[in-house]
């Protein structure tokens, strides 16, 4: 393994690795498929034990895969491993490994002694290592280059790109309106009148966006000179 900077490892233990199709990563990519209701960093998780999976889940598990989140973190552009208490999807209770031990308490399995494969992460942080550790959880496996399979620059070039197609916009004035063609020119997106995939509303309170049919905002940015590039972040996590 090349030397790898953790932001954690606890003092005692470390994370273990095995080749991404290993049987069981196999299954903690399956679950990072249909459990992850994170859809900008998509973690899949599986507890084994007896070479059994007993439990499966991903992070934002409570939220169901499929559920668009808009992060503030992403929005904002704040450093990694910062802001976490921006978000309530990503702080440490919607991570995976907590959430799989949620879903084994659920299920009725007891988590002593099995080992967890992880897929979508490289590291695991220390609120979910006190957790794992607390439910006797032997290992924690990661692909053996998980860190660069799923560093944020990866993931986010494969997550970090609009699917949305249309856009509406109301009440902006000339000079913003040429800098926001300019990013839906970027992923081209089409302007239109109605009916698009997404309206943008510029009121005196901000921007607010809406998906279509939805009557409440899935987000509303302040004014501010950041406007145009942190509508372009909203817009990319569409
Ligand atoms: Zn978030
Ligand atoms: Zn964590």
């Not at 095995?18 to 249909?34: K, L, N, Q, T, W």
Request: aromatic share 8%; with cysteine; proline share 7%.
């Amino acid at each position: 393994m090349p030397n790898i900077d953790y932001p954690y490892m606890p003092p005692d233990r470390h994370l273990k690795y095995v080749p991404v199709d290993h049987p069981f990563m196999i299954e903690a990519s399956r679950a990072r498929e249909e459990c992850a209701g994170d859809s900008l960093y998509p973690v899949g998780i599986v507890l084994v034990k007896e070479e059994k999976v007993i439990a499966r889940a991903g992070n934002g598990f409570n939220k169901g895969p499929g559920e668009i989140h808009v992060c503030p973190r992403v929005v904002l552009d704040v450093p990694s491993g910062t802001g976490y208490d921006l978000c309530t999807l990503h702080d440490a209770p919607g991570h995976a490994e907590r959430m799989v031990l949620e879903q084994a308490a659920r299920l009725g399995v007891n988590p002593e002694g099995a080992d967890a494969y992880m897929y979508g992460h490289w590291w695991a942080c220390e609120p979910c290592w006190t957790a794992l550790l607390k439910a006797g959880i032997r290992d924690l496996y990661v692909t053996d280059d998980a860190h660069e399979r799923f560093s944020r620059e990866r993931v986010y070039e494969e997550t970090l790109s609009p699917s949305i197609k249309t856009v509406s916009l109301e009440g902006f004035e000339e000079g913003l309106l040429n800098q926001v063609r300019e990013v839906f020119k970027e992923f081209q997106l089409t302007e239109q009148e109605k009916e698009a995939d997404v309206h943008c509303a510029f009121t005196s309170e901000g921007v607010s966006c809406f998906l279509k049919g939805e009557h409440h905002p899935i987000y509303l940015i302040p004014l501010s000179d950041k406007l145009v590039s942190q509508l372009r972040n909203v817009l990319r996590q569409l």
